[in-house]
T-cell receptor, first 116, second 113 residues
Framework: DAKTTQPTSMDCAEGRAANLPCNHS???????VYWYRQIHSQGPQYIIH???NNETNEMASLIITEDRKSSTLILPHATLRDTAVYYC?????????????????FGQGTILTVHP | GAGVSQSPSNKVTEKGKDVELRCDPI?????LYWYRQSLGQGLEFLIY????????KSGLPSDRFSAERTGGSVSTLTIQRTQQEDSAVYLC???????????FGSGTQLSVL
């Protein structure tokens, strides 16, 4: 699976948008971009994923560049409870139909601190 | 069940002893992962069970570590002759194969004295 690069840490003011970048310049065509987060002392939590189109759900938006070499996770209105480690992961689908996936490998992630 | 259940939540053992950690995945989930997380570190992949296929054991750090999944449901991670460096939180996750969402348990905090 392609390697990802994320900033070690970021700060964000409560109520503002948090934009977390991720570089995955060696991503290949069948690899998806996933975002998870881990709040202190808890297991990781799925946020969102995408292949090449931008995605939005109730938690966040995922913006993937046209060349797919980087992406940004956007938390539109950060709250104190969004303080966590955010992991950007690239994961391959083993078949064209995307019904079989390789293992999910976590890197070091970005420590996001939301302050009042 | 409602979520991924792991037991025990805490385990303290003496160096050299064997330990077994249990994971009950969400009912119907055919993929199951084990990870460990040392204090202040990221998640380290250990093993991945995917339905009836052979498990991906590429993350197991040594032959002291083994895992099995019986009946496609409950999984047990066994660590033989524990060492102090085995101290960590051991996390289990499950998902439907072909589904991108992994659901994690709360983990087992293993302390080897």
């Amino acid at each position: 699976d392609a390697k990802t690069t994320q900033p070690t840490s970021m700060d964000c003011a409560e109520g503002r948008a948090a934009n977390l970048p991720c570089n995955h310049s060696t991503i290949s065509g069948n690899e998806y971009v996933y975002w998870y987060r881990q709040i202190h002392s808890q297991g990781p939590q799925y946020i969102i994923h995408g292949l090449k189109n931008n995605e939005t759900n109730e938690m966040a938006s995922l913006i993937i560049t046209e060349d797919r070499k980087s992406s940004t996770l956007i938390l539109p209105h950060a709250t104190l409870r969004d303080t966590a480690v955010y992991y950007c992961i690239v994961r391959s689908a083993r078949n064209a139909g995307g019904t079989s996936y390789g293992k999910l490998t976590f890197g070091q992630g970005t420590i996001l601190t939301v302050h009042p | 069940g409602a979520g991924v259940s792991q037991s025990p939540s805490n385990k303290v053992t003496e160096k050299g002893k064997d330990v077994e950690l249990r994971c009950d995945p969400i009912s119907g989930h055919t993929a199951l992962y084990w990870y460990r997380q040392s204090l202040g570190q990221g998640l380290e992949f250990l093993i991945y069970f995917q339905g009836n296929s052979a498990p991906d054991k590429s993350g197991l750090p040594s032959d002291r570590f083994s895992a099995e999944r019986t009946g496609g449901s409950v999984s047990t991670l066994t660590i033989q002759r524990t060492q102090q460096e085995d101290s960590a939180v051991y996390l289990c996750a499950s998902s439907l194969i072909g589904n991108e969402k992994l659901f994690f348990g709360s983990g087992t905090q293993l302390s080897v004295l």
